[in-house]
């Protein structure tokens, strides 16, 4: 028993890797051609934005990776059956059930790992529809003089994050955080499509969380400090929590509103009084712009 054509397959892959790089390397170098925009050109970004890099940067990276960890359990059961042959020569029952096992055991390894990029894959792509759906909720609120600004990057004091959607209008400023959810895990006495909150906490079909809570309010809260340190005023920003796909039951109103995506407009809105003035909006607006035109060609 031997694997003596693993070596063969491995080398073949990695140079038709290697010659396929090459092949697109050159390609690039001799076109001609250049793209259609000016250099210094920016746009906004859209929403969820930072997710959708994630997935299309993943989806370019994972095709040798697959195959990287595909051919990883070859060589691996060839270096254990030669191993275990020496000291085995004799059995080759022991031999085989050895190298079987090592074999499967590196298989399920390599395959556990991929499935873990896979989910965040997922995961990544449910977020970024999320932040989409949402978005498409809060479009119609600029026919009523309201600026909408999507996935804000933001330095913080031990790590980078993103504000997922920002409106400003005559009704103040606001931040919406946005939690998509899968379905499917309610426990007795709860509908998997119904969530509460209860003043405190948000009371999902499966278990309670306050930490989309706390990001809302500390969101509100750097985007306060950051509006200071830009413009040198004083601005309130409201915090609304949204969970796209759920009926939400707001039994208490606390501190963070949270709510469907639906009703967001009525939430932004509801206050019934002109909070900023034209010249505050127009002041924030540029600020915001500035921060959010960064997505280069």
């Known amino acids: 028993m031997n694997l003596s054509g693993v070596p063969f397959v491995v080398g073949y892959v990695c140079i038709f890797f290697c010659a396929l790089l090459g092949i697109m390397w050159w390609d690039r170098r001799k076109q001609r051609t250049r793209k259609p925009f000016p250099e210094d050109l920016r746009l906004l970004r859209m929403p969820g934005e930072h997710l959708w890099r994630r997935v299309i940067e993943n989806d370019e990276a994972d095709l040798p990776l697959w195959l990287l960890v595909m051919l990883i359990p070859l060589p691996v059961g060839a270096a254990v059956l030669y191993v275990v042959g020496i000291f085995f020569q004799s059995s080759l029952v022991v031999t085989a059930v050895v190298t079987i096992v090592v074999f499967a055991f590196s298989l399920l390894l390599c395959a556990r790992w991929f499935q873990g990029r896979l989910r965040r894959r997922a995961n990544d792509y449910l977020g970024f529809f999320g932040e989409r759906y949402v978005a498409e909720w809060l479009e119609p609120l600029k026919a009523d003089g309201w600026f909408i600004y999507h996935d804000i990057p933001c330095d913080g004091a031990t790590s980078k994050f993103n504000l997922d959607h920002v409106a400003v209008g005559p009704g103040g400023i606001w931040i919406v955080e946005t939690k998509t959810r899968r379905k499917g895990r309610a426990?007795?006495?709860f509908k998997e499509h119904e969530a509460f909150f209860d003043g405190e906490q948000v009371i999902w079909p499966w278990?309670?969380?306050?930490?989309?809570?706390?990001?809302a309010s500390n969101n509100a809260t750097w985007l306060e400090e950051w509006l200071k340190k830009m413009t040198g005023k004083d601005y309130d920003v409201s915090a609304a929590l949204t969970l796209p796909g759920y009926s939400v039951i707001e039994r208490k109103l606390g501190a963070v509103r949270v709510v469907n995506p639906k009703v967001l407009p009525q939430v932004l809105t509801g206050r019934n009084k002109?909070?900023?003035?034209?010249?505050?909006?127009?002041?924030?607006?540029?600020?915001?712009?500035?921060?959010?035109r960064n997505v280069e060609y």
């Not at 002109?274 to 959010?292: G, N, P, T």
Request: net charge negative; glycine share 6%; hydrophobic share 30%.
């Open 187 to 189: 426990r007795p006495g």
């Open 207 to 215: 278990g309670e969380d306050r930490s989309a809570l706390r990001q």
């Open 274 to 292: 002109e909070v900023l003035s034209e010249e505050a909006i127009d002041l924030i607006r540029r600020q915001l712009e500035a921060k959010c």
